[in-house]
T-cell receptor, first 111, second 111 residues
Framework: DVKVTQSSRYLVKRTGEKVFLECVQD?????MFWYRQDPGLGLRLIYF???????EKGDIPEGYSVSREKKERFSLILESASTNQTSMYLC??????????FGSGTRLTVV | GDSVTQMEGPVTLSEEAFLTINCTYT??????LFWYVQYPGEGLQLLLK?????DKGSNKGFEATYRKETTSFHLEKGSVQVSDSAVYFC??????????FGPGTRLSVLP
């Protein structure tokens, strides 16, 4: 089975800190995605990547950046964390035209 | 743009009750349709899918039929169990490569 691993389940950070969320997949998938999940809003796409060193903005990229230096790893970066970035962050990968595999999520709290 | 609407819930049912979670979509062309499930503390898992009109997806006792005439993909199960308690997301994949998710419906099944 494809595994998508997110490095932290829970994080608490202070306002203004730089935050790194790491995601690793083990099935050589080209496509990787970062979503945030908020009650009543469902999943919103932040950034995605179709290949190494390639990135595309999703629907809500403001305040975020990403890095894809290796095919298996896709990092989400909060340059200066703010309280409105408190959320559940989900990483996903996809190897073909159908179906995502999601990680377990990182619940980030910014205080 | 493409969008997915689903009943937000929460939905609370007794064990062995019949479940329907409504999902309707707006999309150009002929999207593929999906239901994902998120159990507490976990990421999303693919539950079932349908790729063309009148297709029925099924898995673990859940079913959904792709109805192009009503642009719907309602999720049903004849007899729910406590272990079905989760958040259910309807999603579509349209002409582009990315998915669009609904807001999710929380289901609680009481013993």
């Amino acid at each position: 089975d494809v595994k998508v691993t997110q490095s932290s389940r829970y994080l608490v950070k202070r306002t203004g800190e730089k935050v790194f969320l790491e995601c690793v997949q083990d099935m050589d998938h080209e496509n990787m995605f970062w979503y945030r999940q908020d009650p009543g809003l469902g999943l919103r796409l932040i950034y995605f990547s179709y290949d190494v060193k390639m990135k595309e903005k999703g629907d809500i990229p403001e305040g975020y950046s990403v890095s894809r230096e290796k095919k298996e790893r896709f990092s989400l970066i909060l340059e200066s964390a703010s309280t409105n970035q408190t959320s559940m962050y989900l990483c996903a990968s996809r190897g073909g035209p159908e179906g995502y595999t999601f990680g377990s999520g990182t619940r980030l709290t910014v205080v | 743009g493409d969008s997915v609407t689903q009943m937000e819930g929460p939905v609370t049912l007794s064990e062995e009750a019949f479940l329907t979670i409504n999902c309707t979509y707006t999309a150009t062309g002929y999207p593929s349709l999906f239901w994902y499930v998120q159990y507490p503390g976990e990421g999303l898992q693919l539950l079932l899918k349908a790729t063309k009109a009148d297709d029925k997806g099924s898995n673990k006792g859940f079913e959904a039929t792709y109805r192009k005439e009503t642009t719907s993909f309602h999720l049903e199960k004849g007899s729910v169990q406590v272990s079905d308690s989760a958040v259910y997301f309807c999603a579509l994949r349209g002409g582009g490569q990315n998915f669009v998710f609904g807001p999710g419906t929380r289901l609680s099944v009481l013993p």
